[in-house]
């Protein structure tokens, strides 16, 4: 029969309370180390997250290659991974380039003209004209000649020793990577060692949830945002919308997110509103055809890329993400949106072994069981 009263036998004693007050002291001295560290710290958070985004193509290239080592396998993925960036940049850049120039037009011809919408009042143009600097996007577009170029390098060169510090801490990203993905293996093992071994069960079995939500939402459904990113590209071009490949991207990078793509389709319509301003092309019509896409897209990564991709179990909860994301975001800035599901599943994982399991009657010999399984099942593998 379970034992529902092993939580009642566990009095609040001056013993139990004193370590609850410290592991609360110790939470808190933690987030408050990481945001006074965090310049520091966000090289280092970025080299993780790429080496770790990166670890299955060196696994295979290490397959394909049948080498042991992992010193070859790494500098082919970071060569693959540079020519892939080169090639896009050469491919897509002069086109990018062209729309924004065309677009910067457009964007000039709404801001100082009238403009004539059915169905849409001429004060909707007037609070847009007054709440949004159009004139400063459409300089900000077309600032692709040399004496911009030159006055912003001069500008970057007064920063003098800011400029020095932000190179130096890139190029500590790069450094970061390799070394990283270097002793990958080796830095798991390492933190397998640093568990004390009558807490290794528990740590591990948490290690196992936080493992799959991070397969999911950083592996998966990057994966999954690319694959949407090009689909809006191609859809939009399709339609013949200006910036089709910025505008796709940008929805595929906020689709990291699952669904908060959809609060991009307040630009698409401005898009649209200035674009029909200056050419042949309705409002009503190119911005139907826009959501065409947004639906067929939808429709296919729900149907098709999802499922394939991620699987049935969808993980964390999109609202939970956001939330997540938000919060960590507010407490330690760009670090906390990098570690933010990280700590999420975690502490949810931590709920479920320590609290909603034995809430609901699972006795303390069915728990260890479980634990014990989990230990077997996230053992790292041996040198």
């Not at 970071?78 to 850049?93: P, S």
């Not at 013949?240 to 595929?252: E, H, K, N, R, S």
């Not at 975001?329 to 570690?339: P, S, Y």
């Amino acid at each position: 029969m379970p034992n529902n009263t092993s939580q009642e036998q566990r009095p609040y004693t001056f013993d139990r309370v004193v370590r609850l007050l410290i592991s609360a002291a110790a939470l808190i001295l933690a987030i408050w180390l990481v945001n006074t560290l965090r310049a520091v710290l966000l090289p280092f958070l970025v080299a993780w997250l790429i080496a770790y985004m990166l670890e299955p193509f060196v696994q295979y290239n290490r397959l394909l290659l049948r080498v042991k080592t992992r010193l070859l396998p790494i500098f082919v993925t970071l060569f693959e991974t540079l020519l892939l960036l080169v090639a896009l940049g050469v491919i897509f850049m002069p086109g990018i380039a062209d729309e924004a120039r065309q677009m910067a037009v457009l964007i000039n011809h709404y801001a100082s003209g009238s403009a004539s919408i059915p169905f849409i009042p001429a004060g909707v143009h007037d609070f847009l004209r007054s709440e949004i600097d159009f004139r400063d996007i459409a300089s900000r577009l077309t600032r692709q000649d040399w004496h911009d170029i030159a006055t912003g390098f001069t500008e970057l060169l007064a920063g003098g020793f800011s400029l020095v510090m932000a190179v130096f801490n890139w190029f500590l990203v790069v450094l970061y990577v390799v070394f990283i993905m270097l002793d990958y293996e080796r830095l798991l093992r390492g933190f397998r060692r640093m568990v004390p071994p009558k807490r290794r069960a528990i740590v591990f079995a948490v290690a196992s949830d936080v493992k799959d939500s991070m397969n999911h939402y950083f592996r998966g459904q990057a994966l999954v945002a690319l694959c949407v990113g090009i689909l809006f590209s191609i859809g939009f071009a399709i339609i013949g919308m200006p910036l089709a490949i910025v505008l796709g991207m940008f929805i595929g990078l906020l689709n990291m997110v699952p669904y908060l793509q959809l609060i991009s389709i307040i630009p698409t319509t401005l898009l649209c509103v200035v674009y029909s301003m200056d050419s042949n092309v309705e409002f009503w019509n190119i911005w139907g055809q826009c959501i065409v896409v947004y639906i067929v897209v939808q429709c296919i990564q729900d149907f098709i890329l999802t499922p394939k991709i991620m699987g049935k179990a969808m993980g964390l909860n999109p609202a939970i993400i956001l939330l997540s994301i938000s919060v960590w975001g507010t407490l330690l800035g760009f670090v906390g949106f990098i570690i933010a599901l990280p700590l999420t599943t975690l502490l949810l994982a931590y709920y479920d072994q320590y609290i909603s399991r034995r809430e609901d009657g699972e006795s303390d010999e069915e728990h260890d069981r479980d634990i014990k399984a989990l230990h077997e099942m996230t053992e790292f593998p041996n040198e």
